[in-house]
């Protein structure tokens, strides 16, 4: 399993969840767009880490998330 | 200690790619394709600007339950809506605002999406500082604010570090038109720059002061891109 964490976006606290590009179960590939996160009227997107199959998504969509949480596992 | 003249050599040069008056849609998909190109590391930070005809887009955040009249007189108005990915609710652009896309990679400019906010209206306050009207921010409500009237909007998409959309200023909008929205979700005034002052601006000097500040604020020297290649080319 391979964790998908909020990756350091800079002096920012918190995002919220707007949507999820891939769902449980999908198969993803590394480098591609995951999950997208807004703060301060900025969408950022969230790509795969690695391939694999998106096994658990741990942040629903309108979730709050902080900087290094875990968002989803990847198998 | 680095003279004047090494400290403009080491500015990032940075393409400056003036549109004129464009529909948004065509802005809209050329923003993609330089997007990827940016990406892809075969084109250098590039900042459109451009003039858009009346259209309202709705971000991510955004719906268009805070569109105050039926579609029906948006069609008769000519107006039409998009659904977009950047960040934010809704908003209006359209003729006399300033609009000003920045394709740039964050992780020169310290990979800080507050930061890149920051200096998106710093761009706005540093230039309309120099006009003598005071603007600023207002805690937890992005863009550009004169006292309870809204001058500037911010709205931006990051992927892979390489921004794209960004900031609208109003220099003399149809008021109107923002009427028929709910601008951002909420119920807030907007202002244009020429209410502000007696001499009244051009959308040219405008872009020529925010181009300005943007080049102090991101350490860019700028040069001139041909849009019409742009527009033609095929990559």
């Known amino acids: 399993m391979t964790e998908v964490c909020l990756p350091d976006l800079g002096e920012i606290n918190e995002v919220t969840v707007v949507d999820w590009l891939r769902q449980e179960g999908e198969t993803v590939v590394a480098g591609e767009g995951l999950v997208e996160v807004e703060t301060e009227k900025t969408t950022f997107v969230v790509e795969a880490p690695q391939d694999g199959k998106l096994a658990l998504i741990v942040k629903k969509k309108g979730d709050k998330a902080r900087i290094n949480e875990l968002l989803a596992r990847i198998s | ?235």
Request: charged content about 25%; some cysteine.
């Open chain 2, 1 to 235: 200690m680095s003279s004047w003249l090494e400290l403009v050599e080491n500015k990032l040069e940075a393409v400056h790619l003036p549109l004129g008056r464009v529909e948004y849609v065509r802005t809209y998909h050329l923003q993609a394709r330089l997007h990827e190109l940016r990406c892809q590391g075969k084109i250098a930070d590039t900042v459109i600007t451009v003039e858009h005809e009346p259209v309202f887009t709705i971000g991510r955040s955004g719906s268009a339950s805070n569109l105050l009249v039926p579609l029906k007189v948006l069609q008769h108005e000519g107006i039409s809506v998009y659904d977009t990915e950047r960040g934010g609710n809704i908003t209006y652009h359209g003729p006399g605002q300033l609009v000003v896309y920045p394709i740039i990679d964050l992780r020169s400019q310290g990979c800080d999406l507050k930061r890149y906010i920051r200096n998106l209206e710093q761009s706005v306050i540093g230039f309309l500082a120099r006009l003598g009207i005071v603007a600023e921010r207002r805690a937890g409500f992005p863009g550009v604010w004169v006292g309870s009237r809204k001058i500037a909007s911010v709205g931006v998409y990051v992927k892979r570090w390489i921004t794209r959309h960004g900031l609208a200023l109003n220099v003399d909008v149809n008021k109107c038109h923002f009427g028929m929205i709910n601008p951002c979700g909420m119920n807030i005034e907007v202002v244009s720059l020429n209410e502000l002052t007696k001499e009244k601006s051009s959308l040219a000097k405008v872009r020529e002061g925010i181009l300005s500040q943007m080049e102090q604020l991101f350490g860019w020297r700028f040069v001139e891109g041909d849009a019409q290649q742009y527009w033609e080319k095929d990559w």
